[in-house]
């Protein structure tokens, strides 16, 4: 069994809409959680960081941590076309080594 | 702008070379990282570096070997490239400590022929 599991898509959206990216894990020592965002051809970029269960909102992303059933969301509201890319879920227990999910392709449509 | 720097964007080479993959980061960061990321299978780390001159496995060490001389600069060699190992390669540092993330270079995307 993988230490994260991540729907690869693709997801495709309308331009304006409501946007759930998800993971789940199997470690239930992770407590470090992040979500990169990675354009076409470039390298991922730190997008949200959680530690432990909880919320945390930046501007039109909100990340979401549920310790209880390992899974963690990443919601974007009033989706844009520049939003288009891979999503990839990242966690870690100590906060060393850190593993990730395959990414979640998706497409924001005008 | 801080920011990874991987001194190839594109190459291809020979089943058999020797390659060198060149990694450079501006951000006195102790943590240095080589991935490799291939469709469906996501990021897989090859091997990483919490110090100077010193190197760990990651999940997929072989046929890959690492040399951090300095900081600043970790590179990946392939000992003797195979058609298997044409992938997107990601370089990565961090800042020690849970709440750092990664900063990643662009990629360098080889392809052995």
């Known amino acids: 069994q993988k230490e994260v599991e991540q729907d690869p898509g693709p997801l495709s959206v309308p331009e304006g809409a409501i946007v759930s990216l998800n993971c789940t894990y199997s470690n239930s020592a992770f407590q470090y959680f992040m979500w990169y965002r990675q354009y076409s051809r470039k390298g991922p970029e730190l997008l949200m960081y959680t530690y432990s269960s909880g919320n945390k909102e930046d501007g039109r992303f909100t990340a979401q941590v549920d310790k209880s059933s390992k899974y963690i969301s990443l919601f974007i509201r009033d989706s844009q076309p520049s939003d288009s890319a891979t999503y990839l879920c990242a966690m870690s227990a100590a906060g060393n080594q850190f593993y990730f999910g395959t990414g979640t392709s998706l497409t924001v449509i005008p | 702008d801080v920011k990874v720097t991987q001194s190839s964007r594109y190459l291809v080479k020979r089943t058999g070379e020797k390659v060198f993959l060149e990694c450079v980061q501006d951000?006195?960061?102790?943590?240095m990282f080589w991935y490799r990321q291939d469709p469906g299978l996501g990021l897989r780390l090859i091997y990483f570096s919490y110090d100077v001159k010193m190197k760990e496995k990651g999940d997929i060490p072989e046929g890959y070997s690492v040399s951090r001389e300095k900081k600043e600069r970790f590179s990946l060699i392939l000992e003797s490239a195979s058609t298997n190992q044409t992938s997107m390669y990601l370089c990565?540092?961090?800042?020690?400590?849970?709440?750092?993330?990664?900063?990643f270079g662009s990629g360098t995307r080889l392809t052995v022929v």
């Open positions: 990565a540092s961090r800042r020690t400590g849970g709440a750092y993330g990664y900063t």
């Open positions: 951000m006195d960061h102790e943590n």
